[in-house]
C-alpha cells in the first residue's frame, strides 16, 4: 500500500527563501531534508526551484536514489512570452530537471488567442520531448470557467495528438493548479472534484496531475479515484501517515 501511494507523488516544496523568512543557509539545510525525507520515503519526485536542482542532484546521487528532481517555469502566473518559456525549460534541461511543469497562459486563452496558445503548447512541448523530459502544463484551473477548462484540456490534447507521436503520450500531463492563485472569499484555488472530473475526461489519453489542496489521505483517496496519475502536494508525509496537513499547498 505504501508503495502503491508513494509512486503517485510529487513532493512539492516551491517557497522561495524570501516568503519564509529563511536565509541561504537555512533555505539549503531545508531543501536537503526535503530531499532526503522523499529519498528515504521512496517518493516518486521532488519538485523545487530551477536554482537548486543541482543542489539536489548531488545529494540524490551521494544516496544511490532513483528520485526524480522536477521544476516549474513561468511560475506562477504563466504570462511570459512563450520565447520567454522556452529559455526558462532551456536552462532547466541543462541544469539537469527531469520534469518540468510549465504555467500556461490561461489568461490569453480566456482572451480566446488559441493559436497563441497552440504554438506556446507545441514548441515547449517539442523541446522537452526532443530531450527526453516530461512535461505538465499548469492550467490554473480556479481561473477557469468549466467550460474553459474543457476547452483548454481540449485545445492541449489535440494539439499533442496532431503533432506528436503516442509514444511519448506517457510523458505529458495537464495538471491544475500552481497553488498561488488568489481566490476571493477563501474558494478553493487548487484541485478541486469538480475540475478534476472534466480534466481526466476531456484530457484523455493525455493524464492529469492534481496540484493544490491535496492534503491528506482522503483527499488523496479521491483524486485516485477520479482517475489522477500524479498528485502535487507539500503534504507527502502527512498524507503517507494517514493524518490531515493544513499547508496552503
Known sequence: MIFDIVSFFDSTFLKTKEHIGLTEDEYLNH???????????????VMIRANYIVFAKEIISKNKSNLLVGTVVDFPDGTSSTKSKLDEIRIAINLGANEIDVVIDYMRFKKGDNDYIVNQVKKCTNLCFSHNKTIKWIIESAALSDNEIIGICELIKNVVLDNFNENNFENIFIKSS???YYCPHSNPNGATISAIKL???????????????????KDFNQMIALGV??????SALSILNGKQSYSKY
Open 31 to 45: 531543501i536537503e531534508s526535503f530531499v532526503l525525507e522523499a529519498i528515504h520515503y521512496n517518493f516518486k519526485l
Open 178 to 180: 500552481t497553488g498561488y
Open 199 to 217: 480534466m481526466v475526461k476531456h484530457s484523455f489519453p493525455l493524464a492529469v496531475k492534481a496540484s493544490g489542496g491535496v492534503r491528506s489521505i
Open 229 to 234: 496519475k500524479r498528485i502535487g502536494t507539500s
